[in-house]
């Protein structure tokens, strides 16, 4: 591969960027140079900042999200001949962390206004295969969690909320995480936090907690006493669970605490952009915001819309250099999930014109008023 393909394009406005606090890179060094770059002190700072921050009752610390959901499922005791209630709209990993398990993902259909997962489809799906439900709050703009909490409550089956994008966002006056059983975010490089890869489990069960913190690290409790001056494993250690190589480093620790430490002015600046998006793109016809509930409060994680002959959308504006996106396709396209549904008629829909506009922390003011006044142009 040449050179230049490593490189990011310099004259193009690009979907998405990296977002990384100087301070991040201060003190990576300093990390460096102690030499513990273990899962340390600097991973258990990590873990506090973000339990104070967005009010966390526990939290355990991974290597990235889809380690994380895959912790869960196995914490869960998902397996073969197991169903996991899932979204097909969404990045695929919430759904090959299922298959990881030897389980099978059963897709519900998602809401046109949000594209989140509908509860009613999830009640539909349930059989007595059922081990849990898998939900995204896609974009950071949260699921519908009173009804799919009920549904859970009812059915007597444990939720995950897969949160890579849903940092930070509300639901009902609380943070995402603050309340669910197993909420799982990324600190992958182009989330509002990000340590190149990362991310954290937050649950409100102790239990939870308990068996999370060592199936992340092969079974083994951290904390746990030591045997003797001789043998690493403390003396609880049993190896009767088998855990995976998922905990977090303190270099990516160093580089998400300063993320944490710097999320506010980074969620800022989305918070801008998408508020003005939302304020000067509505009233066209060709254009369909997503649905914003007055009881949650997005963190713009990414921002998608509905547009007419999407395709026809992106090479208007790539002639203005600006670069769309898409975050996935419908998940049940691919063989591995067991190939396409029928019974998916708004995910259908969805995934022939969700758009994701622009949104970074890179952006200008300047850039996002050329945006808008080109796709102002591209859709009158
Ligand atoms: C909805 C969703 N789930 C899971 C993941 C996987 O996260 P990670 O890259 O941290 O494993 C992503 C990645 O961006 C995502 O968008």
Not at 61 to 86: F, H, K, Y
Request: hydrophobic share 35%; with cysteine; glycine share 6%.
């Amino acid at each position: 591969m040449r050179k230049k393909d490593y490189e990011l394009a310099t004259n193009i406005i690009n979907t998405w960027s990296t977002y990384i606090p100087e301070e991040a890179i201060t003190e990576v060094v300093k990390t460096l140079r102690s030499k513990w770059i273990n899962t340390g002190k600097k991973e258990t700072d990590l873990r506090e900042k973000a339990r104070r921050k967005w009010k966390f009752p526990y939290c355990v610390a991974v290597n990235n999200c889809t380690a994380a959901l895959r912790a869960c499922l196995a914490m869960l005791g998902v397996g073969p001949g197991d169903e996991v209630i899932s979204t097909p709209f969404t990045f695929i990993a919430t759904n090959t962390t299922i298959l990881e398990q030897g389980a099978k993902p059963v897709f519900a259909d998602i809401k046109y206004e949000d594209l989140n997962i509908d509860p009613k489809s999830i009640e539909e799906r349930i059989t007595p295969k059922t081990k849990a439900i898998m939900v995204v709050h896609y974009g950071g703009n949260s699921a519908d969690m009173d009804e799919i909490r009920e549904i859970g409550r009812k059915h007597h089956l444990p939720i995950i909320e897969d949160s890579a994008h849903a940092l930070g966002s509300m639901y009902k006056g609380k943070y995402v995480g603050t309340e669910g059983e197993l909420v799982c975010f990324s600190f992958q490089v182009v989330k509002i936090i990000n340590s190149g890869d990362g991310g954290l489990i937050a649950t409100s069960n102790k239990t939870y907690y308990e068996k999370l913190k060592k199936i992340i690290w092969y079974g083994i409790d951290r904390d746990g006493k030591k045997t003797n001056l001789l043998d690493p494993l403390p003396e609880s250690f049993r190896g009767d669970v088998l855990g995976f190589k998922y905990n977090m480093n303190d270099i990516t620790a160093t580089l998400a605490g300063a993320g944490v430490d710097h999320f506010d002015e980074a969620a800022k600046k989305r918070w801008v952009i998408g508020e003005r998006y939302r304020k000067e793109l509505t009233g066209y016809t060709k254009i369909k915001l997503m649905k914003y509930y007055n009881d949650r409060t997005p963190n713009y994680q990414i921002f998608p819309i509905h547009v007419e002959n999407r395709i026809r959308f992106a090479k208007y504006l790539r002639k203005y250099n600006i670069r769309l996106n898409i975050n996935n396709r419908r998940n049940d396209i691919y063989p591995m999930f067991g190939g396409q549904r029928s019974d998916l008629p708004i995910t259908e829909r969805a995934d022939q014109d969700v758009v994701l506009l622009p949104m970074h922390t890179d952006l200008t003011e300047e850039q996002v008023t050329y945006i808008i006044k080109k796709i102002k142009d591209a859709v009158k």
